[in-house]
């Protein structure tokens, strides 16, 4: 049996097909038009190429950018809203809080690219009295009829059902999205009590309106794909990764995209995280470097962490559905250098991307990037970039950096080059440290796992910025992230919201934590049961979500597992104490907890993939594995004649001291004097100060 | 320090090193302020992100502050000079926090409390990291907020170079007092405690960063980076043709006095490189809090409007350093004993609509030269309202909140609606928060379609109707402005609309009370509501250039009536259709435009 993982990026799609003959790699343009013309294309191909029958496909595990990129072409349904009256522009005020201070031209996006909206937004009579939850002003279903009818008039058919205070009671909501469904039988209906059942109004409805603007295409997308899979005679099980890094169904993504908002980069970082693993490293900081930008996780204990949903945000609009705690930078291959008018030397976020690209790809391209920097460093040879696919023009880099840059500063052009590499590379450090030290996690007990192609260029210098332990250079760095697709879990998560104090002495707190938690079980039972998944593959697990009484934010504390007694409630009590310290160096030990949600994720294990081990090598695969030498500049501005290897042909535990650069057909490792890099077990690499 | 690096390094910093420092500083400032609003009680610190928080060098200038809300941005300094004015012991030692907030000590206005942390390294004093936030109650003489007071000491306690912890040890004694002295002790004590914890963690960043880069290097790239600002300031300024330009304005009253209104005078003076705001000819200095500290906010409020119009976030390539470099260029001048510059002991704790209406009427002022950067008039006041009453047990609850406004047409956009103006920035509390914790119901919150925004062919914003109910008997102060004087159009762009605020009882909705927009301690009945409007932004251009499409989304959307965009723009509708009537629109803007 066979699985295949298809990762679609901005520029290529990448495919990792894992059967018993072994792992086979595949990468096609990106299909921008549709992306699952090149997924299919390519799926077809990989097995092909590798001898593989379709039919042997067992599953199909996808990372898809669709949502994501109808959030940045603003390409999205027209919606209407059904909202409270008296309340019809929560979406619009949003929090109220301008996104520059200092700016009188400021765009506000969730104004000039609404996702719903005012005439579309129809307030209706109800109320939901709080803190009880109680029915105060009943619903006014003709109210919602009538609204159905301007909807239909207006060609709208996705709809958005966001009522106050509905995560005390869902009734109205339940009940508006019913009639919508009888007045609309083909409509696209979101009620925020389901995708985001917590306080807050403008973050639930934004949440709410978000999934009914993906929604349909993104279910189109979805559905489309799996029947041109089907057509194609592939009949395997389709799986998507969602943004906290598991993967669903089809059908449950259809429903609430808004789980795969983040669904792209989900799967660097599980392929970092499984590399991790591999190399017996428990602590790694992922860095997925691209054309545009570096995804940058933290991975304590090997255990991915998953953002509080407070801090969410995708395209300016915040969503409340968990997502793995990653930061994006705008810095890449194809980040542009550049002097401002007052004589500051800046990198990116800017990029040139693919079209036209750095200067050194030679597509008319004439701001400096970084990859000509890399280039006018010899760390890049211009004659092996992709495994000698692609062909790089060292001239025009050089003359890009030249003008752009070291004239205007007075610089040699190797100087201007480093300082862009140095540049890049502090920015960063620094988001690494705003995704670790930030949070109190102390990266000298870290590797720095850096890939992407370029990915492995940098890490040294990125290790030696947040002093990390060392780095560990994944086996194939090009396609790390469409492996993670093989190595995640099935997983769901549900959210009931529960507001009480935590008291020790409360005789009727266990009964209460234990029926939400009842509820949770039952609804990731029903999900993992859709799925067909054997009761004995399943994993539940619960978090509680804390604040001392009065405070605004919450930390999420992990539910201790079976029965719910008054040592439980201590014991998040405490381990509630205990978080506090950590993320913010204090804790009020004197002050009341209140617990505001509990959090249900059920997963059930999938077969990971497994990479299989190398031969123990010897020194002398240093020789065998030795293409030339070049001269190469290295951060301490020193230029050394460096010798390339050919990364393949090392052995395990066949150690090689730098200056070197180590080629394979989809990376380029740079190796520092002073560093030595060690070959594991897997193939993958360990590099280290001597 | 270490004399051999003294004489041994080069006296600039190179250009990479000053960026990975300046990210440096910028990501401590930040961090603090983070911690700051995750950890705090009360909803205007934790929800609204009514605070600052940044890092500082030994003479006072600011190396970096978070992006929280602007009128904290720059008033720090101002603290630290007023500190050293009073500070106990006359002396920083190591493990000592101190907090200030003396309006006539620099402080920005009593509510805001700063905490201050001496930064030493090697033994020496090298700087300061600390905060300020606004605080729900310091036991001012009415809960919350203050207007119609006759001076200083009815703010609440007032607190001069005070040492919270002495070398460590903690003072009791004040904090004793502290608690005594709000009538909201637990949200008071528990947000200085988050405010500690911030600035204890900036003082350990700053640290780290000293020991990894030397103090010497630290400093010379702080102050690189405060002439990169200034630099890029000047530049800017010098583009503006020299000259002395005029804008003014005026003011409802001073929430005692009714009838009399108070002129803002603002005169601009552009001398090369450098500019003056002088604000000669504003009104005195009135008798109830209404009055604006100079250090600490008028200057701060006159740079944050030239950083607005020069530096302008959303049109610049890069970012400029959020450092003191930028006010260099700038002298800010209020005669002492005006309403910009009062003399001890008048109160000066309502401070905000004078300074936003300050910054409003400078961009005013500068329109006819910098057509392209100014905006037409925003709602440019504050809206802060106190809510409050006593439980059964005979203690306080106290809701502060800040109602948003909106901005003036752009030259290439319109105003945007429903959002904090100029000097504020704060985030709103959510209605369903508020119900969960305070006995109050807010029965209307969304954008007020009353009033037409400020016609222009990029009209003004949408201001909000916020309607609160309390349910128990309490009281509510007011500190809001702008009733009388609709925000100005421009370029042919039409004035918005003014303000406006009522009282009513649930049960009778119809039975409504107007009120002003400044007052204090009013006594409410259960179930009584306060509705306010907050001001509609003027409009940018000829609103017969406004492209009917627009027009058309505009009626659609609600923001004005069809009569309206006939009238005023123009433009002729089909409502059935939802379509702009094409060649009747072009007959109709040709008359216009013939005055017909």
């Known amino acids: ?690 | 320090m270490n004399d051999a690096l003294d004489t041994a390094t080069p006296s600039d910093i190179d250009p990479i090193t000053l960026q990975v420092i300046r990210g440096s500083f910028e990501t401590i400032a930040e961090e603090m302020a983070h911690v700051l609003y995750r950890m705090s009680f009360s909803s205007i610190i934790r929800e609204s992100q009514d605070l600052g928080a940044g890092l500082f060098d030994a003479a006072y200038n600011t190396l970096c502050e978070s992006e929280s809300t602007p009128m904290h941005i720059g008033s720090i300094p101002g603290y630290l000079a007023g500190i050293e004015e009073r500070l106990e012991d006359g002396e920083w030692h190591e493990g000592d926090v101190v907090i200030h907030n003396h309006p006539y000590h620099g402080a920005s206005h009593a509510p805001d409390l700063a905490i201050i942390v001496p930064v030493f390294h090697e033994g020496k004093l090298v700087g300061f990291s600390g905060n300020t936030a606004h605080h729900i109650d310091i036991g001012a003489a009415t809960p919350g907020l203050i207007i119609d007071v006759p001076d200083v000491f009815a703010e609440g306690m007032l607190l001069a170079g005070v040492k919270l912890y002495r070398r460590g040890e903690a003072n009791q004694t004040i904090w004793n007092f502290m608690r005594r002295n709000s009538r909201t002790p637990d949200l008071l004590i528990s947000d200085v405690e988050a405010q500690i914890a911030s600035a204890r963690l900036g003082a350990r960043r700053f640290s780290e960063l000293l020991d990894k880069y030397g103090e010497r290097t630290v400093f010379r790239a702080a102050d690189q980076l405060m002439d990169y600002a200034e630099r890029i300031m000047r530049q800017r300024i010098s583009e503006i043709p020299d000259g002395e330009y005029q804008a003014e304005g005026y003011l409802d009253d001073d929430g005692r006095n009714r009838e009399t209104t108070l002129p803002i005078k603002v005169t601009v003076r552009v001398t090369g490189d450098e500019v003056e705001v002088d604000l000669t000819g504003s009104a005195d200095q009135v008798p109830t809090a209404f009055n604006v500290p100079f250090e600490g906010s008028t200057k701060v409020a006159a740079f944050a409007a030239f950083r607005k119009l020069l530096l302008d976030a959303e049109l610049a390539e890069t970012r400029v350093p959020s450092n003191q470099g930028s006010f260099r260029p700038i002298k800010v001048t209020a005669p002492l004993g005006s309403i910009f510059n009062p003399k001890a002991p008048a109160s000066a704790s309502a401070r905000f609509a004078q300074c936003n209406r300050m910054i409003d009427l400078v961009i005013k002022a500068l329109a006819p030269v910098l057509p392209e950067r100014v905006i037409a008039g925003s709602s440019a006041v504050l809206s802060a309202a106190a809510y409050s009453g006593v439980r059964d047990d005979g203690s306080y609850w106290v809701f502060v909140e800040i109602n948003e406004g909106s901005y003036g047409g752009r030259p290439r956009s319109d105003g945007p609606d429903g959002i904090d103006s100029l000097m504020a920035n704060t985030r709103n509390n959510p209605i369903e928060d508020l119900a969960m914790h305070i006995p109050m119901k807010c029965e209307r919150y969304e954008l007020r379609d009353d009033m037409p925004p400020g016609a222009g062919e990029f009209r003004g914003g949408l201001g909000i109707v916020k309607a609160q109910r309390v349910l128990t008997a309490g009281s509510i102060t007011h500190e809001s402005e702008r009733h009388l004087e609709a925000p100005w159009g421009i370029f042919g762009g039409q004035d918005g609309a003014a303000g406006s605020c009522t009282l009513h009882n649930y049960a009778s909705p119809g039975d409504l009370e107007a009120l002003h927009s400044k007052f204090s301690g009013l006594s409410v009945q259960p179930d009584d509501v306060m509705t306010y409007r907050s001001p509609n932004g003027g409009g940018y251009g000829d609103p017969l250039k406004r492209t009917p499409a627009k027009v058309l989304g505009d009626v659609l959307d609600g923001f004005y009536s069809a009569d309206h965009a006939r009238d005023v723009y123009g433009v002729l509708l089909d409502l059935d259709a939802e379509t702009v009537d094409g060649s009747g629109t072009e007959a109709r803007r040709m008359e216009m435009a013939r005055g017909v």
């Open chain 1, 1 to 690: 049996m066979a699985r295949v993982g298809v990762d679609v990026g901005g520029t290529n799609t990448d495919f990792v097909l894992e059967c018993e003959e072994g792992i086979f790699y595949h990468k096609l343009p990106t299909t921008l038009e549709n992306q699952a013309l090149g997924v299919v294309q390519g799926i077809g191909e990989i097995c092909e190429r590798n001898g593989i029958s379709i039919s042997d496909i067992e599953m199909i595990v996808h990372g898809t950018t669709t949502a994501t990129n109808i959030t940045i072409e603003h390409n999205g349904s027209e919606c209407g809203m059904l909202t409270t009256e008296g309340f019809r522009d929560i979406l619009h005020v949003a929090r109220h809080k301008r996104p520059h201070n200092f700016s009188l031209h400021f765009d506000v996006p969730w104004q000039s690219r609404p996702l719903v909206k005012r005439r579309n937004r129809i307030p209706v009579t109800e109320r939901i009295a709080a803190p009880s939850g109680e029915v105060e002003i009943p619903l006014d279903e003709a109210a919602v009829r009538a609204a159905c009818a301007l909807f239909r008039k207006r060609g709208i058919s996705s709809v958005v059902v966001g009522f106050l205070f509905s995560f005390l009671n869902p009734i109205h909501e339940r009940r508006a999205r019913d009639i919508v469904v009888e007045e609309m039988p083909d409509a696209y209906v979101t009620i925020s009590s389901d995708v985001a059942n917590v306080m807050r109004e403008y973050e639930r409805f934004s949440t709410t309106a978000m999934n009914s603007y993906v929604g349909p295409k993104t279910a189109f997308y979805l559905r489309d794909l799996a029947a041109r899979l089907q057509a194609a005679g592939i009949s395997s099980r389709l799986r998507i990764m969602q943004s906290n890094g598991g993967i669903s169904t089809v059908e449950a993504c259809a429903r609430k995209p808004v789980n795969i908002l983040m669904s792209g980069p989900a799967g660097g970082v599980i392929g970092g995280a499984a590399e991790g693993e591999m190399a017996q490293e428990a602590n790694v900081i992922t860095v997925d470097i691209g054309g545009t930008s570096a995804d940058i996780s933290t991975i304590p204990d090997g255990r991915l962490k998953v953002k509080n949903v407070r801090d969410t945000y995708v395209a300016g609009h915040p969503v409340l559905t968990p997502m793995i705690d990653l930061v994006t930078i705008g810095a890449g291959g194809g980040s542009i250098a550049f002097v401002d008018e007052a004589g500051a030397f800046n990198v990116g976020p800017r990029s040139a991307g693919s079209n036209p690209g750095p200067a050194c790809y030679g597509r008319g391209g004439e701001e400096p990037t970084v990859t000509d920097a890399q280039v006018v460093l010899g760390r890049l040879d211009p004659d092996h970039a992709l495994g000698g696919a692609l062909k790089l023009d060292a001239d025009q880099a050089r003359k890009a950096i030249k003008e752009k840059i070291a004239d205007p500063l007075g610089m040699e052009v190797e100087e201007a080059a480093l300082g862009i590499v140095r540049i890049i590379n502090s920015n960063m450090a620094l988001a690494i440290r705003s995704n670790s030290v930030a949070r109190g996690v102390d990266p000298r007990e870290f590797s720095i796992m850096p890939f992407g192609g370029a990915g492995p260029l940098h890490g040294v210098a990125l290790a030696e910025a947040v002093s990390a332990k060392d780095v560990i250079v994944p086996v194939a760095p090009g396609i790390t992230a469409a492996v993670g697709l093989l190595k995640t879990d099935l997983q769901y998560e549900h959210t009931e919201a529960l507001i009480m104090p935590l008291d020790p002495g409360d005789e009727a707190a266990p009964g209460r934590i234990e029926g939400a938690t009842e509820l949770l079980r039952e609804r990731l039972t029903a999900d993992l049961d859709e799925d067909g998944i054997d009761p004995s593959l399943r994993s539940l697990t619960f978090a509680a979500e804390c604040r001392y009484f009065g405070q605004g934010f919450e930390l999420r504390t992990a539910v201790p597992p079976g029965e719910i007694t008054a040592e439980t409630v201590s014991g998040i009590i405490d381990a509630f104490h205990d978080q506090h310290e950590l993320d913010y160096g204090y804790a009020y030990r004197d002050a009341p907890v209140e617990l505001i949600a509990l959090r249900g994720i059920g997963t059930a294990q999938s077969r990971r993939l497994s990479i299989p081990k190398i031969g123990k090598g010897s020194q002398g695969d240093v020789e065998t594995a030795y293409l030339f030498t070049r001269p190469t500049t290295f951060d301490d501005g020193s230029t050394l004649d460096t010798p390339r290897y050919d990364r393949s042909k090392l052995g395990a535990e066949v150690s090689l001291k730098g200056p070197a650069i180590l080629i394979q057909q989809n990376a380029t490792t740079l190796v520092p004097p002073g560093y030595e890099a060690v070959t594991l077990d897997h193939g993958n690499m360990r590099i280290r100060a001597i």
